[in-house]
């Protein structure tokens, strides 16, 4: 098995609880029709952007990830220790990022974390190859000045690492997600020692990020997950349909480490401390 390609035991008939407060027709409909709009909108200034400079690109893309969460009706609230500092997408104040650009890594559990982490943290994500080619999304990724990897060869691990160093060393901050593969949010998965290569090479620093889906009551809610053989139109529709879905941001101290595979563990530990407790992969990965 490519090590590369970690396969989590998450599907939506074990993993999905039931659907929770539920927004009303009229609502769910809205909000299926702006998000519709807002893609449309976003293929259109993906083809401007790649006329602009890649900072400007960033910025560009922050942008639309916080139209499309609030045309989707999620809310975004973003911790810092012990401060509170955020609200709705629409008035989400933007984190400034640290002097050196880091690598910014976190879980990974629905397709929205790439809008959240773009609208909570400029960066440029890293991304599977295959999504490229991808409809609409292919267009929006190369827009928003997304690095790539094709994770079917091994043998391109080197180069993607070094691209990823390469834009760390040009001051361009990186958003990443080491586990390869989506899970429920409940557990996590080991992060893949490989990538946290590009952050030794640069000289940056690792910036650890723990990314929580919350319903009303502040408990965990798993409508957003995007695992197993679940569809991309059913999890949006699902989205769309809940009430009053919160996505917490918890931004955790950078860590060092002197190499990669204990600057992963150091990572994948923070932000376990705050997803899981205790954290669970006592295991780690050969690549």
Not at 53 to 72: F, H, I, K, Y
Not at 172 to 179: D, G, R, S, T, Y
Not at 236 to 258: D, M
Request: aromatic share 6%; net charge positive.
């Amino acid at each position: 098995m490519n090590p590369w390609l970690p396969v989590a035991p998450c599907m939506p008939a074990t993993c999905l609880t039931p659907a929770g407060p539920r927004a009303s027709w009229p609502r769910r409909t809205l909000r299926l029709v702006a998000v519709t709009l807002a893609v449309l909108a976003g293929a259109a200034l993906a083809l401007v952007a790649r006329g602009l400079g890649t900072a400007d690109r960033v910025r560009l893309a922050g942008a639309w990830s916080r139209l499309a969460l609030r045309a989707l009706g999620v809310r975004v609230e973003v911790r810092q220790g012990f401060t509170f500092m955020a609200g709705s997408a629409a008035g989400l104040r933007v984190v400034p990022v640290p002097e050196t650009a880091p690598l910014i890594v976190a879980n990974h559990v629905s397709w929205l974390d790439p809008l959240v982490m773009s609208a909570v943290l400029p960066s440029r994500p890293l991304a599977k190859d295959e999504v490229r080619g991808w409809p609409v999304i292919g267009g929006l990724a190369v827009g928003a000045g997304a690095l790539f990897i094709d994770r079917d060869r091994l043998s391109a691990l080197p180069e993607a690492v070094g691209r990823v160093a390469g834009a760390l060393g040009e001051g361009h901050p990186v958003a990443v997600f080491p586990e390869g593969t989506t899970w429920c949010g409940r557990e996590m998965g080991a992060f893949r020692p490989a990538v946290f290569q590009a952050a030794l090479d640069a000289g940056a620093p690792v910036r650890p990020v723990a990314i929580r889906y919350l319903g009303p009551d502040g408990a965990q809610a798993t409508v957003a997950s995007y695992v197993g053989d679940d569809t991309l139109p059913a999890s949006i529709r699902r989205v769309a349909a809940f009430r009053r879905l919160t996505v917490e941001v918890t931004l955790l101290p950078p860590v060092r480490a002197r190499n990669r595979r204990s600057l992963a563990w150091a990572a994948e530990s923070s932000i376990a401390s705050v997803l899981v407790a205790p954290p669970v992969h006592g295991v780690r990965a050969a690549a």
